[in-house]
């Protein structure tokens, strides 16, 4: 059921604190929200993605460094034991 009391163009405007962002944010530009604000997010219950003002955001999955070094060790790990099983089987022949 609708709420038919919010008025969307009072929290539209007011999307964003009076406040500027604090000084240690690196990127320039970026205003935090406010408490209104926190209502132009939603999600779809479909697929759980998450929209800011009926704009779908970007979410990205990728693996941090800790994950990337485990996983070029084990790929290098693979292709070691993949090139000595592979010397065995030639020199099996032989």
Avoid: C
Wanted: hydrophobic share 40%; proline share 5%.
């Amino acid at each position: 059921m609708a709420d038919t009391n919010t008025d969307w163009d009072h929290l539209f405007e007011h999307r964003y604190t009076r406040s500027g962002p604090p000084k240690w944010w690196s990127k320039k530009g970026l205003k935090p929200i406010s408490q209104e604000g926190l209502s132009f997010f939603a999600i779809d219950p479909k697929d759980n993605s998450v929209y800011w003002n009926g704009h779908q955001l970007e979410t990205v999955k990728r693996l941090d460094d800790p994950e990337r070094i485990m996983a070029g060790i084990a790929t290098g790990s693979a292709a070691v034991v993949a090139l000595i099983e592979l010397v065995k089987f030639v020199t099996a022949f032989n």
